[in-house]
């Protein structure tokens, strides 16, 4: 009954961080969330007893995904609001 | 209860009230610096409590236990204080103020204090 | 042996939910980076906890791997934030 207990409020959290994700304009916080959600999805295979998925998606989730989106943030522009032309992708480059 | 269980939980019931005050201290302090005092330091002695706690208690069954807590009780001691440094040195390099009470407004020496380091190094 | 562990994983939620709160609100993007290193830490240490608590041995190494790594998405966005990456 504790797992159970502990289950729903990792997944409250994991839920919140995701939406936290979508609506920020702000695309660092963005990224920052999504290293939240990793971090808890990856608790939650632990506790589903499934170690070697967890152990994976700790590998990938926090450390690759992380510098990949940072390293293109640096690359484009780093808020939602200072795109030029929101259908030409080419205009976030800088 | 055997000997060993009552150590270990006395170290596991220490140091998750030491995780405990890091999250309080997260959620209360008024700034990034302090901010970054509580939520490492207070939780780093708190995570290499409770992971000691649990080789002490499996140490009548498996010693092997506490082998591996002592590597993850090691890297963590490496690599916490690490990301507290560079996060305070790009705090300070990206002009975040201290926080100053209300009753001595005397922002300016701060301002000038960071500023003058920053022109040194350009 | 049971309430020991019910009393420490109680007191890490309680953690968990007062760094997750600082990191909806915090006001700049250090804010943040931080509750995110407090929750890594926590979820470190309450791995190693669970894995006592199904007793097997190999669970260990989830909570080793978050150690080794944990800090490198921290640093990163630090060295962004520092404008050297």
């Given at each position: 009954?504790?797992?159970v207990i502990?289950?729903f409020?990792?997944?409250?959290?994991?839920?919140?961080?995701?939406?936290?994700a979508i609506v920020?304009?702000?695309?660092l916080y963005?990224?920052i969330?999504t290293?939240?959600?990793?971090?808890?999805?990856?608790?939650?295979?632990?506790?589903?007893?499934?170690?070697?998925?967890?152990?994976?998606?700790?590998?990938?989730g926090v450390?690759?995904?992380?510098?990949?989106f940072?390293?293109?943030?640096?690359?484009?522009?780093r808020?939602?609001?200072?795109?030029?032309?929101?259908?030409?992708?080419?205009?976030?480059?800088? | 209860?055997?000997?060993f269980?009552?150590?270990?939980?006395l170290?596991?019931?220490?140091?998750?009230?030491f995780?405990f005050?890091?999250?309080?201290?997260?959620f209360?302090?008024?700034?990034?610096y302090?901010?970054l005092q509580a939520?490492t330091k207070?939780?780093t002695?708190g995570?290499?409590?409770?992971?000691?706690?649990?080789?002490?208690i499996?140490l009548e069954?498996?010693?092997t236990?506490l082998?591996k807590?002592?590597?993850?009780?090691?890297?963590?001691?490496?690599?916490?204080?690490?990301?507290?440094?560079?996060?305070a040195?790009?705090?300070?390099?990206g002009k975040?103020?201290?926080f100053?009470?209300?009753?001595?407004?005397d922002?300016?020496?701060?301002?000038?204090?960071?500023?003058n380091?920053?022109?040194?190094?350009? | 042996?049971?309430?020991i562990?019910?009393?420490?994983?109680?007191f890490?939620?309680?953690?968990?939910?007062l760094?997750?709160v600082?990191?909806?609100?915090g006001?700049?993007?250090?804010d943040?980076?931080?509750a995110?290193d407090?929750?890594?830490?926590i979820i470190?240490s309450?791995?190693?906890?669970?894995s006592?608590?199904?007793?097997r041995?190999?669970?260990?190494?989830?909570?080793l791997?978050?150690?080794?790594?944990?800090?490198?998405?921290?640093?990163?966005?630090?060295?962004y934030?520092?404008?050297?990456?």
């Open positions: 009954m504790a797992f502990l289950m409020f990792l997944i409250a959290l994991m839920i919140g961080a995701a939406i936290y920020q304009k702000d695309l963005a990224v969330a290293g939240v959600i990793s971090l808890i999805l990856s608790a939650l295979f632990f506790l589903l007893q499934a170690p070697d998925v967890a152990l994976t998606e700790a590998a990938i450390a690759l995904t992380t510098i990949i940072i390293i293109t943030i640096r690359n484009t522009v808020n939602e609001d200072e795109f030029k032309d929101k259908d030409d992708i080419k205009s976030a480059v800088k | 209860m055997s000997l269980e009552i150590i270990g939980g170290f596991i019931v220490l140091g998750s009230i995780l005050l890091g999250g309080l201290g997260i209360r302090m008024p700034d990034v302090n901010r939520g207070a939780t002695l995570a290499m409590s409770v992971i000691f706690g649990v080789g002490i499996q069954n498996d010693w236990w082998l807590a002592m590597i993850i009780l090691i890297f963590i001691a490496f690599s916490n204080p690490i990301s507290s440094h560079a996060l040195r790009a705090m300070c390099k975040a103020y201290p100053i009470k209300s009753k001595d407004k922002i300016n020496a701060y301002k000038e204090f960071i500023d380091q920053k022109m040194e190094e350009e | 042996m049971t309430y562990i019910y009393i420490a994983l109680f890490m939620i309680i953690g968990l939910s760094s997750a600082r990191f909806v609100k006001p700049t993007a250090g943040r980076v931080v995110l407090t929750l890594t830490i470190v309450g791995l190693v906890l669970l006592y608590v199904f007793d041995f190999i669970y260990m190494d989830v909570a791997v978050y150690a080794v790594l944990g800090f490198i998405g921290v640093i990163v966005i630090a060295r934030l520092e404008g050297a990456l």
